[in-house]
């Protein structure tokens, strides 16, 4: 297998410090005393010019004096000196350099100068830089634990399969040692600091392809390259590790200008969340959920369906259990009457069909709780089994014999999720980790983690990588269209729609009244007046559409009250005529809309239109480029698209239109994504047969 480019961060066979120190408790002491108290057993190297001996290593004055080759170097010196310290591991070759060192981009402009001197100096040289500013790197089965952070002192973490990826060091040593903490085994760590040049999308790409990793834990803080951090996504998904992010801190894109009231709406928080379901990731919201899912998934299997079996000794947490199974997506279906007949043989006093609960008097029966679990586990397809034991845990004289038989259940069934509820000791709790069992003392927290890894294997079945074709050749209708011109008039906007299949009313721009007026007789009343103008977007803030014009006069009058509305308005905008279009009363109205995002690029936006969107804020996004199963897929995940689809007698829509319409507009960003800054199709009237777009603001970037 090719080696991955962060592979001798993780993995060295001799390290050296720069600004090494003899006291363990600074800075430049740290990382020497962990390494060697971890039990590191590669070679270290003290470089510290006033010392022969650090922390009883021997020392060496410069890189230079240090006999043969060496792996990786730390930076722990302050900033001023840090590029010299740069230049001497380029001298000596040392490919893979970690620097710890603060003062930098973070500080001040001339911190930020020397950053990019440092990261200009590395890429020539082919010499990767993790940080600045960074905490450094915990590698836990070989003992690397290059780093200073201070929740290593009194922690020690055990190996396993959760791996940490952060940009904030305090983050994820806050993160870790909690993990530490509740005992959960650990791959990797990495804090990517000032991100010079490695970052942590490029960590998660290499824990994807880490052996050693099973659930890959990540804080952002921003994001540099959108189409980066998706292909990662889909590497880990791809190798069945479940990728739990957390998005701290105020993203580096910033709110984008609301160019479209589609821009608006979306804000790059939303569309980040978008990006995570369609690579198959989970944003936790919490670094206690995060720490549930990797703790759930890192013990067991992947859960093969939704669907769970709950015993409870309780009925009253049944019910609170089957409350957040519904919260969190996971199907508590009812046991078949043939099972309930065979459940009551084993419990006579059950009560339930799912939750079952066999209330506390399941005590009074030999093996009831194990032979019940493998009666359910066999007879059912349910890929978990929630068992609350109230206080059992906490009595050894009862537990111990019943772990046993659960340890039992766990290796004849290894493909099932058997998730304990109840209170542990630290001690009990170790002995069913060890049998390859899982406990939450919080029956809400359990649901949660479990209904995550439900919807994360969900999202693996359908992953949109919302990737360009490379292979895709750009068709660009003959239309008349001046990107520089920044926004197009309603009527050019739908004009160029229209060759990408958005379906148009006829229509007529005038220019005189007897224009007006000679196009609605054309067209056939009633019909709408609107101002045309690539200057004022959003009409109707100021009147500037009248609707349900009856006849000549009626068009004659709305034009003069247009024209002159327009040009009452401040800055003089460039006013080209009056559009007159049938009046269209029928059908339901939704919104379509292209936001460009600045990190991952086109997304397609869906919502019904009124309240729906500017109240609730009911909308939806999809990375471009869009199937017809995809585009399908985007409509139903507005609540209110129940509406299209026959809603309380009410004739279905013409989904089928809409969803060509979406299609239209994937294939129109792809191939105007260098000059587009968004869309507006608002509305878009869906009929019975048909659709109709009935008004439309196409922004173009100026300066491109």
């Given at each position: 297998?090719?080696?991955?480019?962060?592979?001798?961060?993780?993995?060295?066979?001799?390290?050296?410090?720069?600004?090494?120190?003899?006291?363990?408790?600074?800075?430049?002491?740290?990382?020497?005393?962990?390494?060697?108290?971890?039990?590191?057993?590669?070679?270290?190297?003290?470089?510290?010019?006033?010392?022969?001996?650090?922390?009883?290593?021997?020392?060496?004055?410069?890189?230079?004096?240090?006999?043969?080759?060496?792996?990786?170097?730390?930076?722990?010196?302050?900033?001023?000196?840090?590029?010299?310290?740069?230049?001497?591991?380029?001298?000596k070759?040392?490919?893979?350099?970690?620097?710890?060192?603060?003062?930098?981009?973070?500080?001040?402009?001339?911190?930020?100068?020397?950053?990019?001197?440092?990261?200009?100096?590395?890429?020539?040289?082919?010499?990767?830089l993790?940080?600045?500013?960074?905490?450094?790197?915990?590698?836990?089965?070989?003992?690397?634990?290059?780093?200073?952070?201070?929740?290593?002192?009194?922690?020690?973490?055990?190996?396993?399969?959760?791996?940490?990826?952060?940009?904030?060091?305090?983050?994820?040593?806050?993160?870790?040692?909690?993990?530490?903490?509740?005992?959960?085994?650990?791959?990797?760590?990495?804090?990517?600091?000032?991100?010079?040049?490695?970052?942590?999308?490029?960590?998660?790409?290499?824990?994807?392809?880490?052996?050693?990793?099973?659930?890959?834990?990540?804080?952002?803080?921003?994001?540099?390259?959108?189409?980066?951090?998706?292909?990662?996504?889909?590497?880990?998904?791809?190798?069945?590790?479940?990728?739990?992010?957390?998005?701290?801190g105020?993203?580096?894109?910033?709110?984008?200008a609301?160019?479209?009231?589609?821009?608006?709406?979306?804000?790059?928080?939303?569309?980040?969340?978008?990006?995570?379901?369609?690579?198959?990731?989970?944003?936790?919201?919490?670094?206690?959920?995060?720490?549930?899912?990797?703790?759930?998934?890192?013990?067991?299997?992947?859960?093969a369906?939704?669907?769970?079996?709950?015993?409870?000794?309780?009925?009253?947490?049944?019910?609170?259990?089957?409350?957040?199974?519904?919260?969190?997506?996971?199907?508590?279906?009812?046991?078949?009457?043939?099972?309930?007949?065979?459940?009551?043989?084993?419990?006579?006093?059950?009560?339930?069909?799912?939750?079952?609960?066999?209330?506390?008097?399941?005590?009074?029966?030999?093996?009831?709780?194990?032979d019940?679990?493998?009666?359910?586990?066999?007879?059912?397809?349910?890929?978990?089994?929630?068992?609350?034991?109230?206080?059992?845990?906490?009595?050894?004289?009862?537990?111990?014999?019943?772990?046993?038989?659960?340890?039992?259940?766990?290796?004849?069934?290894p493909?099932?999720?058997?998730?304990?509820?109840?209170?542990?000791?630290?001690?009990?709790?170790?002995?069913?980790?060890?049998?390859?069992?899982?406990?939450?003392?919080?029956?809400?927290?359990?649901?949660?983690?479990?209904?995550?890894?439900?919807?994360?294997?969900?999202?693996?079945?359908?992953?949109?990588?919302?990737?360009?074709?490379p292979?895709?050749?750009?068709?660009?209708?003959?239309?008349?269209?001046?990107?520089?011109?920044?926004?197009?008039?309603?009527?050019?906007?739908?004009?160029?729609?229209?060759?990408?299949?958005?379906?148009?009313?006829?229509?007529?721009?005038?220019?005189?009244?007897?224009?007006?007026?000679?196009?609605?007789?054309?067209l056939?009343?009633?019909?709408?007046?609107?101002?045309?103008?690539?200057?004022?977007?959003?009409?109707?803030?100021f009147?500037?559409?009248?609707?349900?014009?009856?006849?000549?006069?009626?068009?004659?009058?709305?034009?003069?009250?247009?024209?002159?509305?327009?040009?009452?308005?401040?800055?003089?905008?460039?006013?080209?005529?009056?559009?007159?279009?049938?009046?269209?009363?029928?059908?339901?109205?939704?919104?379509?809309?292209?936001h460009?995002?600045?990190?991952?690029?086109?997304?397609?936006?869906?919502?019904?239109?009124?309240?729906?969107?500017?109240?609730?804020?009911?909308?939806?996004?999809?990375?471009?480029?869009?199937?017809?199963?995809?585009?399908?897929?985007?409509?139903?995940?507005?609540?209110?698209?129940?509406l299209?689809?026959?809603?309380?007698?009410?004739?279905?829509?013409?989904?089928?239109?809409l969803?060509?319409?979406?299609?239209?507009?994937?294939?129109?960003?792809?191939?105007?994504?260098?000059v587009?800054?968004?869309?507006?199709v608002?509305?878009?009237?869906?009929?019975?047969?048909?659709?109709?777009?009935?008004?439309?603001?196409?922004?173009?970037?100026?300066?491109?």
């Amino acid at each position: 297998m090719e080696v991955h480019a962060l592979d001798p961060f993780f993995n060295p066979r001799s390290v050296a410090i720069i600004g090494a120190s003899s006291d363990p408790s600074k800075l430049g002491g740290r990382p020497i005393r962990f390494l060697r108290a971890a039990g590191y057993a590669g070679r270290i190297y003290p470089i510290n010019t006033r010392s022969e001996t650090v922390q009883g290593l021997q020392a060496y004055p410069t890189l230079a004096d240090i006999p043969g080759e060496v792996d990786q170097a730390l930076i722990i010196v302050p900033a001023s000196a840090a590029p010299d310290a740069l230049r001497a591991c380029i001298a000596k070759g040392i490919k893979a350099v970690q620097v710890l060192s603060s003062g930098f981009a973070e500080e001040s402009e001339e911190g930020r100068l020397r950053q990019e001197e440092m990261s200009a100096l590395a890429a020539r040289h082919g010499v990767r830089l993790l940080g600045p500013n960074c905490l450094g790197i915990v590698s836990v089965r070989n003992r690397y634990f290059a780093t200073f952070s201070t929740a290593l002192e009194a922690l020690v973490p055990q190996p396993g399969g959760i791996s940490f990826a952060t940009q904030s060091g305090a983050f994820g040593s806050c993160a870790y040692a909690q993990a530490i903490q509740r005992g959960l085994g650990i791959a990797r760590i990495v804090a990517t600091g000032n991100e010079a040049d490695i970052d942590v999308t490029e960590c998660i790409d290499f824990l994807a392809s880490d052996p050693e990793t099973r659930v890959i834990c990540a804080a952002i803080e921003g994001c540099r390259d959108g189409n980066r951090l998706r292909r990662a996504l889909l590497k880990a998904a791809a190798a069945g590790k479940p990728v739990i992010l957390m998005k701290v801190g105020s993203s580096a894109t910033g709110q984008q200008a609301a160019a479209t009231h589609t821009g608006a709406i979306a804000g790059d928080d939303k569309i980040f969340d978008v990006v995570c379901r369609e690579c198959g990731a989970w944003r936790a919201q919490s670094i206690e959920e995060m720490l549930d899912i990797a703790y759930v998934r890192s013990q067991l299997a992947e859960p093969a369906n939704d669907r769970a079996n709950i015993i409870t000794v309780s009925g009253g947490i049944g019910v609170l259990m089957a409350d957040d199974a519904e919260r969190h997506g996971v199907a508590v279906p009812a046991a078949a009457p043939a099972l309930q007949a065979r459940i009551r043989g084993i419990v006579p006093f059950l009560v339930g069909v799912n939750p079952l609960d066999t209330t506390a008097q399941i005590g009074a029966i030999k093996r009831g709780i194990p032979d019940l679990a493998e009666l359910v586990i066999q007879e059912t397809d349910c890929a978990t089994l929630f068992l609350y034991l109230a206080q059992i845990p906490c009595d050894p004289r009862r537990f111990v014999p019943l772990l046993a038989d659960l340890a039992e259940l766990r290796r004849k069934y290894p493909d099932r999720l058997l998730v304990l509820i109840g209170p542990s000791d630290d001690e009990m709790r170790r002995q069913l980790e060890a049998q390859g069992l899982v406990i939450f003392s919080d029956p809400g927290r359990a649901m949660r983690a479990v209904g995550a890894l439900c919807e994360i294997a969900r999202r693996r079945a359908s992953l949109h990588p919302g990737l360009p074709d490379p292979g895709r050749r750009a068709r660009r209708p003959d239309v008349a269209v001046d990107p520089r011109a920044g926004s197009l008039n309603e009527m050019q906007a739908k004009r160029l729609l229209s060759e990408y299949g958005l379906p148009v009313p006829p229509e007529a721009l005038c220019r005189t009244e007897a224009e007006a007026v000679a196009a609605a007789q054309r067209l056939g009343y009633p019909v709408v007046a609107k101002i045309v103008s690539p200057d004022i977007q959003h009409k109707t803030e100021f009147g500037g559409v009248v609707l349900d014009l009856a006849d000549a006069d009626a068009v004659r009058r709305a034009f003069g009250a247009l024209m002159g509305k327009a040009a009452a308005l401040p800055g003089s905008p460039r006013i080209e005529g009056v559009l007159i279009a049938p009046m269209i009363r029928k059908g339901t109205e939704t919104i379509l809309g292209i936001h460009v995002d600045p990190i991952f690029g086109p997304m397609v936006m869906f919502g019904l239109g009124g309240v729906a969107v500017e109240l609730f804020r009911d909308v939806a996004f999809a990375s471009v480029p869009l199937s017809p199963a995809r585009a399908e897929q985007l409509i139903r995940s507005v609540k209110a698209s129940q509406l299209l689809f026959g809603w309380r007698g009410r004739p279905a829509q013409d989904v089928g239109a809409l969803t060509r319409a979406l299609m239209g507009l994937s294939d129109f960003a792809q191939d105007w994504a260098q000059v587009l800054e968004g869309v507006d199709v608002n509305p878009f009237v869906v009929l019975d047969e048909g659709a109709a777009c009935l008004d439309a603001v196409v922004s173009c970037n100026a300066a491109s």
